[in-house]
């Protein structure tokens, strides 16, 4: 299961679940619409054990990945230790239920990664009907929220991410722009968001 700390983006779901229509509806990406990391008021600002958790659901693996909100869905990455195993799981808002558990990616050979990092550290992106969902080289996928299908996936941008990927992606209009910054190669790729194609493909 996650360390605590990582298992605290589950339980921090439930708070303030009460504090009425202030609560965002949605969190797509890393720090949020426009990653600025802003929602509003309506959160609670102390909680414990019991205190201002409205659910606790333990996640298999771990991940660094923050959380990413779409109506009443909460999908979050994950990764067994060994970086054999990528997954994403996808938990109901207002009960914490696990709803979907796709394992999305077996690897033969993991790259390194440090003790401090994670093989499920990049945030996905999520819109309506879709989440987007990176583990760096190993594989990017894109799910389907409603049914669970993967309607495409690539496994051919490669790196040495040295440490771990880390680097988030972002939805502009029709792309899916991902960073790749390698210690053998840095690029940054645009993904037809429908498809997985290819459009373009720049070096740092």
Same mark, same amino acid.
Not at 23 to 42: D, K, L, S
Not at 82 to 87: A, I, P, T
């Given at each position: 299961m996650?360390?605590?700390?990582?298992g605290?983006?589950?339980?921090?779901?439930?708070?303030?679940?009460d504090?009425g229509?202030?609560?965002?509806?949605t969190?797509?990406?890393f720090?949020?619409?426009?990653?600025?990391?802003h929602?509003?008021?309506g959160?609670?600002?102390?909680?414990?054990?019991?205190?201002?958790?409205?659910?606790k659901?333990?996640?298999?693996?771990?991940?660094?990945?923050s959380?990413?909100?779409?109506g009443?869905?909460?999908?979050l990455?994950?990764?067994?230790? #060994?970086?054999?195993e990528l997954s994403?799981?996808?938990?109901?808002r207002?009960t914490?239920?696990?709803?979907?558990?796709?394992?999305?990616?077996?690897?033969?050979?993991?790259?390194?990664?440090?003790r401090?990092?994670?093989?499920?550290?990049?945030?996905?992106?999520?819109?309506?009907?879709?989440?987007?969902?990176?583990f760096?080289?190993p594989?990017?996928?894109?799910?389907?929220?409603?049914?669970?299908?993967v309607l495409w996936?690539?496994r051919?941008?490669?790196?040495?991410?040295?440490?771990g990927?880390?680097?988030?992606?972002?939805?502009?209009? #029709?792309?899916?722009?991902?960073?790749?910054?390698?210690?053998?190669r840095?690029?940054?790729?645009?993904?037809?968001?429908?498809?997985?194609?290819?459009?373009?493909?720049?070096?740092?």
């Amino acid at each position: 299961m996650r360390s605590i700390v990582s298992g605290l983006s589950a339980v921090l779901l439930g708070v303030g679940a009460d504090a009425g229509p202030a609560v965002v509806a949605t969190w797509p990406q890393f720090r949020g619409a426009g990653g600025v990391g802003h929602h509003g008021a309506g959160l609670a600002v102390s909680w414990g054990e019991e205190e201002n958790v409205r659910w606790k659901t333990a996640i298999h693996g771990k991940g660094w990945a923050s959380p990413v909100i779409w109506g009443d869905q909460v999908w979050l990455a994950t990764a067994t230790e #060994d970086g054999r195993e990528l997954s994403v799981v996808a938990v109901d808002r207002a009960t914490g239920a696990v709803i979907r558990d796709l394992k999305l990616f077996e690897v033969e050979a993991p790259q390194f990664c440090h003790r401090f990092n994670s093989y499920a550290s990049p945030t996905p992106v999520i819109e309506q009907g879709r989440i987007y969902v990176t583990f760096g080289s190993p594989g990017i996928a894109c799910v389907d929220t409603r049914t669970g299908r993967v309607l495409w996936e690539r496994r051919d941008f490669e790196c040495n991410h040295y440490r771990g990927a880390g680097a988030s992606p972002i939805v502009y209009r #029709d792309l899916l722009i991902l960073p790749f910054d390698g210690s053998d190669r840095q690029y940054i790729v645009a993904l037809d968001k429908a498809t997985g194609r290819k459009v373009w493909l720049t070096e740092r």
